[in-house]
């Protein structure tokens, strides 16, 4: 039994891994491109982008483990099941309940990171990913420089830069128009210019070289000119509020600060009681429904006899991905006050436990059984429906054409 646990073991850690990395790329992929328009538009650093994608990798390995782990699972028995060593082991005894001892074992070990992940670290990487876009749209990152645009810096100065060298610490052709705070304005172009930064770190100097400079204000009668070869214009760095304080909403809170806000009187209002109820819960039926995932990767795992099919595989992910979205929809439900938290998140996983139990019953307990055999049979009967309506209109065709 041991070589068969390690069999197994092997068989369901590489798609498990496979399935687990290649959703993680997907969706990161996905919102690379949005993360990286939103940056550029706000003028902040490339490198903040990556910096965000890491913060949202939590989230993703929380969606993405469940997933690999019924996949895994669904192609490690699948392979049994065609290749006959299925049927092999059942006929010296060895029992579904056995074989599921090292699924559960992944099933476990994956519970308590998912447990981690959703209760501890996703809740800080949201609040921190929530901090970088705060600090991108306030500039506290700092701006790029757009050339050829005219760029604001605070409510004070005004540049624009022709070319830009050596990723932006070398500017050429440059007008910049300041408002000092005394009421002094300054009006300057010089031929390439760069900042440096200060022991003061609210205030940097903006060196320019090779311009003219006009400056103007109350204490002079006229508008003086000054022809320079460098010239070093101070300026103030505008002030940036900080950011909020985490815990405004549920998915920044750990789990035992939701589980006060829910039930330990912790909640300013009722609103935010609410919230909290049902995020809590949604944290919690998503984490549970990590154990029923081996019932039914047996379950849809094994297609049936003298067929390949791989509708079970399609089954599990439209069921797994169905799941979260209904509890989604009842955690904004029990938000919002119009279904009772509890009630609109345990219920769905109450009948889903429901339908996974009869199904591995139906396939571990009845001779021949198949839990999606109606399905199985529609298919099929479509499959051979389209194969033979498709060669007929081939035919038709050819003798169209002659």
């Known amino acids: 039994m041991q070589l068969v646990d390690r069999y197994l073991a092997r068989s369901i850690a590489v798609p498990l891994i496979g399935t687990l990395v290649l959703a993680a790329m997907l969706l990161v992929l996905d919102k690379m491109l949005r993360l990286f328009d939103f940056v550029i538009n706000a003028g902040g650093p490339v490198s903040v982008v990556w910096r965000m994608l890491a913060n949202l990798l939590p989230e993703y390995f929380s969606l993405g483990i469940p997933i690999g782990l019924l996949l895994g699972i669904i192609l490690a028995f699948r392979k049994l099941a065609l290749s ?53 749209k306030s500039g506290a990152l700092g701006a790029s420089i757009k050339v050829g645009e005219f760029n604001q810096f605070g409510k ?81 760095m505008p002030a940036t509020d900080s950011f909020r304080g985490r815990g405004d909403e549920e998915k920044e809170l750990v789990l035992p600060e939701v589980y006060a806000r829910a039930y330990g009187g912790a909640a300013p209002d009722h609103k935010a009681n609410l919230a909290a109820r049902a995020n809590l819960h949604f944290r919690l039926v998503e984490i549970a429904m990590m154990l029923m995932l081996p019932l039914l990767g047996v379950a849809l795992a094994v297609p049936p006899k003298r067929s390949n099919s791989s509708l079970g595989i399609f089954v599990g992910i439209v069921l797994v991905v169905t799941y979260h979205k209904i509890n989604q929809y009842a955690e904004g439900a029990g938000a919002q006050g119009r279904l009772q938290p509890e009630l609109a998140l345990w219920l769905p996983f109450v009948a889903l436990v429901a339908l996974i139990a009869w199904m591995y019953h139906v396939i571990a307990h009845r001779p021949g059984g198949q839990p999606i055999g109606a399905l199985e049979a529609a298919f099929s009967k479509l499959g051979k429906a389209v194969r033979k309506v498709t060669p007929q209109r081939q035919f038709k065709r050819i003798e169209a054409a002659a």
């Open 156 to 236: 004070r100065m005004t540049l624009r830069i022709d070319r830009s060298e050596k990723n932006g610490t070398r500017l050429h052709g440059i007008f910049t128009a300041l408002d000092d705070k005394s009421g002094t304005r300054i009006a300057a172009t010089a031929a390439e210019g760069q900042f440096l930064s200060t022991d003061d770190p609210d205030t940097i100097i903006f060196r320019l070289k090779r311009g003219r400079l006009i400056q103007e204000g109350v204490n002079f009668a006229t508008p003086r000119t000054l022809s320079f070869n460098s010239y070093d214009l101070p300026i103030n």
């Open 84 to 136: 006959s060593e299925l049927d092999a082991m059942r006929g010296i005894g060895i029992s579904y309940g056995r074989l599921l001892r090292i699924p559960y074992m992944f099933a476990v070990g994956l519970l308590l990171v998912n447990i981690a992940i959703v209760g501890w670290v996703d809740p800080y990487a949201r609040y921190r990913y929530e901090g970088l876009r705060f600090e991108l």
